[in-house]
């Protein structure tokens, strides 16, 4: 499973790609608009640059037209910009105009195999299951997951990679992972305590007291 970070925070990205386990972002509306009132054009060409791999910028318009036409505008900024189309039936007849005109769409809000179904019909490139999203309503969320990837895989002809998305929390990722999602795109929060555990911590401290202990202490190689 691939890693994205799902965030529009410039430090962060770039300190999730140094890590070099950072492939991809997500943004989407609330989260440039944490970053204050910015260029977005900008920002999400800055991103881009320091990103290996696909950036999903999210559409504004909820018309046909409008989702095409400004679609077609992101997709000029970087070479690795990535549309997302929201899971309505517009979006479904918008993902397919993209998908024949060659401009990745990454279908966003999922909440449904059949939405996820219908993303993979129209060419959608991703799909994004909201895990938290509908953890938050009483569901479980990474019951999406499973389900659209047992879908998928059963139609080989589907290239559609599932990001699992709206992720609160490092078991999030493990799950994902175990259910075969392509990519889980993560809050850098996440990320970082997706390294952290207490008994490593110890062990680092209590290897360098033994280790000084003998050998004097600040001794190194
Ligand atoms: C995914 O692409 C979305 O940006 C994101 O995961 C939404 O997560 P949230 O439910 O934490 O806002």
Same mark, same amino acid.
């Given at each position: 499973?691939? #890693? ?7 430090? &962060?990205?770039? &300190? ?23 260029? +977005? ?6 991103? /881009?640059?320091? $990103? ?25 900024? =970087? ?14 007849? =918008? ?15 999922c909440?449904s195999v059949n939405q996820a179904l219908?993303a993979a ?6 799909v994004s299951p ?9 569901? +479980?969320?990474m019951g999406l997951v499973k389900d659209i990837v047992e879908v998928y895989q *059963?139609?080989?002809?589907i *290239?559609t990679e599932v990001i699992a998305?709206?992720?609160? &929390?490092?078991?999030? /990722? ?5 259910l075969g999602a392509h ?6 929060? $996440? ?16 290897? #360098?007291?033994?280790?000084?202990? $003998?050998?004097?202490?600040? *001794?190194? #190689?």
């Open positions: 499973m691939r #890693l994205f970070l799902d965030t529009a925070n410039v430090e &962060h990205i770039r &300190h999730g790609v140094r890590l070099g386990v950072v492939t991809g972002v997500t943004t989407n509306p609330s989260l440039v608009s944490k970053e204050g009132k910015v260029d +977005y054009k900008r920002l999400v060409q800055e991103i /881009c640059s320091i $990103v290996p791999g696909p950036v999903s910028t999210e559409v504004l318009s909820q018309d046909v037209n409008g989702m095409v036409a400004e679609a077609r505008e992101l997709a000029k900024w =970087a070479k690795n910009v990535v549309v997302k189309i929201p899971a309505t039936i517009e979006g479904v007849e =918008a993902t397919h105009q993209l998908a024949r005109e060659n401009i990745k769409v990454n279908f966003t809000l909440f219908l019909l129209a060419g959608a490139a991703y909201f895990v938290g999203r509908l953890d938050d309503i009483g569901e +479980y969320g *059963k139609y080989p002809y *290239k998305a709206s992720i609160r &929390h490092p078991r999030h /990722c493990v799950e994902a992972a175990q990519i889980a795109t993560v809050p850098y929060q $996440v990320l970082v305590q997706m390294i952290k555990h207490p008994l490593t911590d110890v062990g680092v401290v209590r290897f #360098l007291e033994d280790w000084e202990k $003998v050998m004097g202490k600040g *001794k190194r #190689l």
